[in-house]
């Protein structure tokens, strides 16, 4: 089955170098995906990647022709439904609807810039402004609000009626980041691939052409991969023979005995999971810079051949890796903190909240 797309014969297949159209029989059929084609064809180029206003005005047109889409639908109380309208190599169209309680929670788009336009009932979008404030706008029928690739926003269902709105992104969505909301401000929490808009918890998910196009990429990735090159597991696993990890009491008894426990987990990290008191917080983007000899910027207090330097990150797979670089440079004493922090925290060892810079 085909469809053609802006003069561009496009299928969904298997060999296709990317995605584009949607897969067959996924509840638009071809008849209705060229109608939505010849609704975009003067204002979505098939390729190159759309700004903001040609996303905005590409959601505000499909929102303004219900006959393209009222009857597809779905009015799910417990669970956000979406469809896809529309792909190409250029954008991807998405129907959703929305119930009273359903939200996105606080995400971005993956670098992806997007537009998203009410068509029925309303919506309230927080987001973050440039200034790292946080703002609130309700949009109501007609109303469309477009973004760059930089915006993180929290999009949920307005007022009392059932809502429906229409989102357009370019490049298509591929990844989006989850934030957390803090004292801090937003902090990134985790990257998803998505297999849909808007939080990709809708119904339709793992049938999506997205998340065929995602499977597709992630086949492409490993077999372009050089032969014998080690996996992270063997780097693992090399990097832990002949070492004596510490268990979190051991590495408590070896803090007494004038060992360092180094942090290297990011700030987000910290403020989420907490700290432990008197340990010293090294990035491990400049860990060796720190901690090898020769260094000149290294804390001389710390960089010594003899120093038992323990690394620790979350769970102990980074900080196993970063103390075989350290040993690589000359701390042979070097080791990590086996299970990491979450479980020095499990043992029962302080911990405290993170602490607030400056
Ligand atoms: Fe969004």
């Not at 995906?33 to 975009?40: P, S």
């Not at 999009?155 to 989850?178: D, F, K, N, Q, R």
């Amino acid at each position: 089955m085909s469809v053609t797309d802006a003069g561009h014969e496009t299928r969904w297949d298997d060999s296709a170098p990317t995605g584009v159209g949607l897969k067959p029989g996924w509840g638009v059929s071809p008849e209705r995906q060229q109608e939505i084609v010849a609704a975009l064809s003067d204002l979505a180029p098939g390729t190159g990647r759309l700004t903001a206003g040609q996303l905005r005005a590409i959601t505000v047109a499909l929102a303004a022709r219900r006959d393209l889409w009222s009857d597809l639908v779905v009015r799910d109380p417990d669970v956000r439904w979406y469809l896809p309208l529309h792909r190409s190599n250029s954008c991807d169209v998405w129907l959703l609807a929305w119930e009273r309680g359903q939200d996105t929670d606080w995400h971005d788009h993956g670098g992806s810039s997007g537009s998203f336009a009410v068509a029925e009932g309303s919506l309230i979008e927080q987001y973050r402004v440039p200034s790292g404030r946080l703002s609130r706008r309700r949009l109501v029928p007609g109303q469309a609000a477009a973004f760059g690739p930089g915006h993180v926003h929290d999009v949920a269902h307005g007022g009392e009626a059932s809502a429906t709105s229409i989102h357009a992104y370019s490049p298509p969505l591929v990844a989006m980041t989850y934030y957390t909301a803090t004292d801090y401000g937003l902090i990134a929490r985790e990257t998803v691939a998505i297999d849909g808009p808007e939080g990709g918890r809708g119904r339709g998910g793992a049938d999506t052409a997205l998340a065929r196009a995602s499977a597709h990429a992630a086949r492409l990735n490993s077999d372009s991969l050089p032969t014998g090159a080690p996996g992270i597991d063997d780097l693992l696993a090399e990097a832990r023979s002949g070492v004596r990890r510490l268990r979190p009491e051991a590495a408590f008894a070896a803090l007494t005995d004038g060992a360092a426990l180094v942090d290297i987990r990011p700030l987000e990290q910290r403020i989420v999971e907490g700290e432990v008191p008197g340990a010293i917080i090294i990035g491990r983007n400049v860990l060796e810079w720190r901690l090898d000899p020769r260094s000149e910027a290294r804390i001389p207090a710390l960089a010594r051949a003899d120093m038992q330097v323990i690394v620790m990150c979350s769970q102990g797979y980074a900080s196993t890796l970063a103390a075989a670089s350290l040993r690589r440079i000359g701390l042979h004493e070097a080791t990590d903190l086996d299970g990491g922090f979450q479980a020095w925290q499990a043992a029962g060892l302080p911990v405290r909240p993170a602490q607030a810079l400056g």
